[in-house]
């Protein structure tokens, strides 16, 4: 079995205990990972902190670190092949879906390169006596926590930023799934930030995680994950105050007004809601059609799910393993939940009988009150629920705490853009569920957490501004 390492100011790093990563298609052990301890995790925030102090990234000049940046994608580019394997051992996904993480990193440090030089302030007129500017300042040390169900690409989506804006980082990679973020980090090492800039750690989330988060020389933290660890990280980093970035989880909805078109539609729901197993924050977890066209609709979605493959992630079908047997456990018994409270399983809701910890693609009718369309599975689930009228529809997809994304499916763009427009969430997508991309604003209201990612807006969620206020003196130099 391969031992994987943690980088650290520069420097690839053994520990005493090693965490052992699982193979979720095949439920066999795949690989060893060191396992931080709070002396690296000191370690490393040291190396960030030094980086930070003397500006190494800070002070050069922009066009520098677009440079490094664009070195990094170059050799992000070179490790999709070996990088995506690991991806797709570790995590269960697709094999092309673990190669379009890798793919889409280099995404993320192309475009935030072109950004790095582009931070400009503003000039603000106070009168003839006075000069007033802002900058953007990097926060100083970015302490990220990544998530298991799309880890490289997460990681890159928030890296990316922060480093083009100047600061130095320590990131918490996943227990479950950390393989694959080495081999993103040893591609980026090639690009030549000074040492010490990138750090990463694979421990455990309450103990390295939580020293991280309440370290003394953290300046931000950027946490995407589940709500109940971004509620315990918001109130552990209260004592600092440090700013923060949440990118929490979703219920997000469609809505399928009466002429929307069948094809379009059912493209979306497969990709919505099956794509990675459902295990995805923006999944199209329910799915909302108007009562004219609701038979109709229904029984081409349960039929799409119906005809799905399921396997390991090499032989590339539409459902692949989820990525632990405590997730499956939670996602089946939240399935049992939703029988013992009426729901009508309408496919699927049960466990193949294969080795891996996979989930059959299921399609349950509920009612919105139902613990099934309020909480987040995380798997292979779509919730369908009738409606009537548009007003319905957008009390029912916004009648959950979370607001992450949310869908209109319909053949008027009046319609759907007035629709569209009364929806909860930081992205609403029309015709196709995933618009979008790299290059649009993504994040969430309500318990889907708050700030951005994503698009140029979100490298303004890595600095501050400063504003320099200047008093003209009347005579003699200044
Ligand atoms: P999780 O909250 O269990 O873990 C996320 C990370 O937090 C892991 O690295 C974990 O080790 C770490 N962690 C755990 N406890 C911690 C603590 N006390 N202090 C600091 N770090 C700690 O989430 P998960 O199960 O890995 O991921 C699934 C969740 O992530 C879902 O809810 C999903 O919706 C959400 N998610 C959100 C987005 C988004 O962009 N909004 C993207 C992907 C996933």
Redesign the pocket.
């Known amino acids: 079995m391969t031992h994987y390492l943690n980088y650290i100011d520069g420097e690839w790093c053994d520990s005493e205990h090693s965490l052992t990563v699982m193979n979720p298609g095949t439920a066999e052990a795949y690989a060893t990972i060191a396992e931080a301890t709070i002396a690296d995790a000191d370690r490393a925030m040291a190396a960030a902190r030094r980086v930070v102090n003397q500006g190494l990234l800070s002070d050069v000049r922009p066009a520098v670190r677009t440079e490094w940046m664009l070195k990094a994608a170059a050799a992000i580019r070179e490790m999709v092949d070996e990088g995506g394997l690991v991806a797709c051992r570790e995590n269960g996904k697709s094999l092309q879906d673990a190669k379009d993480e890798f793919l889409e990193s280099a995404r993320y440090f192309e475009y935030y390169a072109g950004m790095a030089d582009k931070l400009e302030g503003t000039s603000i007129p106070l009168g003839k006596d006075y000069v007033d500017f802002t900058q953007y300042v990097p926060f100083g040390v970015s302490v990220q926590?990544?998530?298991?169900?799309?880890p490289v690409s997460?990681c890159a989506r928030s890296l990316a930023p922060a480093l083009a804006a100047g600061n130095a980082v320590v990131i918490?990679?996943?227990?479950?799934s950390p393989l694959a973020m080495t081999l993103l980090i040893q591609a980026i090492e090639k690009a030549g930030f000074p040492k010490g800039t990138i750090n990463l750690l694979c421990g455990?989330?309450?103990v390295v995680?939580?020293h991280?988060?309440q370290h003394q020389e953290v300046d931000q933290i950027v946490?995407?994950?589940?709500?109940?660890?971004?509620q315990?990280?918001l109130q552990?980093s209260a004592q600092r105050a440090t700013p923060s970035v949440m990118?929490?989880?979703?219920k997000s909805a469609a809505i399928a007004l009466k002429d929307a078109n069948l094809e379009t539609l059912l493209k979306s729901v497969q990709v919505g809601i099956f794509f990675n197993a459902g295990?995805?924050?923006?999944a199209m977890s329910r799915l909302l059609i108007q009562k004219d066209r609701y038979e109709e609709v229904k029984a081409a979605v349960v039929e799409m799910a119906k005809s799905l493959t399921i396997g390991q992630g090499e032989s590339q079908p539409d459902i692949t393993p989820l990525v632990s047997a405590d997730q499956q456990a939670r996602v089946l018994e939240m399935i049992e939940q939703a029988k013992a409270d009426g729901a009508n399983i309408l496919t699927g809701g049960y466990a193949p009988d294969l080795s891996g910890y996979f989930v059959a693609p299921t399609v349950i009718e509920a009612t919105p009150d139902m613990r099934i369309a309020q909480e987040?599975v995380?798997g292979p689930v779509l919730v369908i629920t009738p409606f009537e009228t548009d007003q319905e529809a957008i009390e029912i997809a916004n009648g959950t705490d979370f607001g992450?994304v949310a869908g209109v499916f319909g053949g008027k763009l009046n319609q759907t853009l007035r629709v569209a427009q009364q929806l909860r969430g930081g992205q609403v997508f029309i015709n196709e569920w995933f618009a979008g991309g790299i290059e649009t604003p993504?994040?969430?209201v309500g318990l889907?957490?708050f700030g951005r990612?994503k698009g140029q807006e979100a490298i303004y969620s890595y600095v501050q501004t400063r504003n320099i206020a200047i008093r003209l003196q009347q005579d003699g130099d200044v």
């Open positions: 926590i990544v998530p298991w169900n799309f997460i918490k990679s996943p227990e479950i455990k989330g309450s995680g939580s991280l988060v946490f995407t994950g589940s709500v109940p660890t971004g315990r990280i552990d990118e929490l989880g979703g295990q995805v924050c923006s987040e995380f992450l993504f994040g969430g889907s957490g990612e």
